[in-house]
C-alpha cells in the first residue's frame, strides 16, 4: 500500500522560496500520476501542478503558480518535490501531495499535507 509524506512547509515572506517534498513509501511504479494540491481557509481544494510517472515525464500547472512553482522527480528518487520561488501570500494554504494509481481514475491517494504560510 503507497502511503505519502510531505515535508517543507513553512513561514516566508513575500517574494521568498519554499521546497516541498512528498516522499514515497511503497511501490512508486505502481503510480500514474502524482499532484500537488492546496486548500486555503474557507476555499476548495485546488490542483497546483501535476505530473506524470510514466515512460514521458510531463508537468502541468495552475494559471496561478505558473512561472513560479516547478514539480519535479528526479531518477531513482521515490519523491516528488516542488520548488516554490516568488511566493506571494495568496499562496498560503495546506498543501496536499496525492497520487493516481495505474488503476485508478482519480487521485486516491493523499498525503497528511503541510502548512504554507506567507507573510506580506
Known amino acids: 500500500q503507497v502511503q505519502l509524506v510531505e515535508s517543507g512547509g513553512g513561514l516566508v515572506q513575500a517574494g521568498g522560496s519554499l521546497k516541498l517534498s512528498c516522499e514515497v513509501s511503497?511501490?512508486?511504479?505502481?503510480?500514474?500520476?502524482m499532484a500537488w494540491y492546496r486548500q486555503a481557509p474557507g476555499k476548495q481544494r485546488e490542483l497546483v501542478a501535476n505530473?506524470?510517472?510514466?515512460?514521458?515525464?510531463?508537468?502541468a500547472y495552475a494559471d496561478s503558480v505558473k512561472g513560479r512553482f516547478t514539480i519535479s522527480k528526479n531518477n531513482g528518487e521515490d519523491a516528488v518535490r516542488m520548488q516554490m520561488n516568488s511566493l506571494k501570500p495568496e499562496d498560503t494554504a495546506v498543501y496536499y501531495c496525492a497520487a493516481q494509481t495505474l488503476r485508478g481514475n482519480s487521485y486516491d491517494i493523499w498525503g497528511q499535507g503541510t502548512q504554507v504560510t506567507v507573510s506580506p
Open positions: 511503497g511501490n512508486i511504479y505502481t503510480l500514474r500520476t
Open positions: 505530473i506524470t510517472l510514466t515512460h514521458f515525464t510531463s508537468a
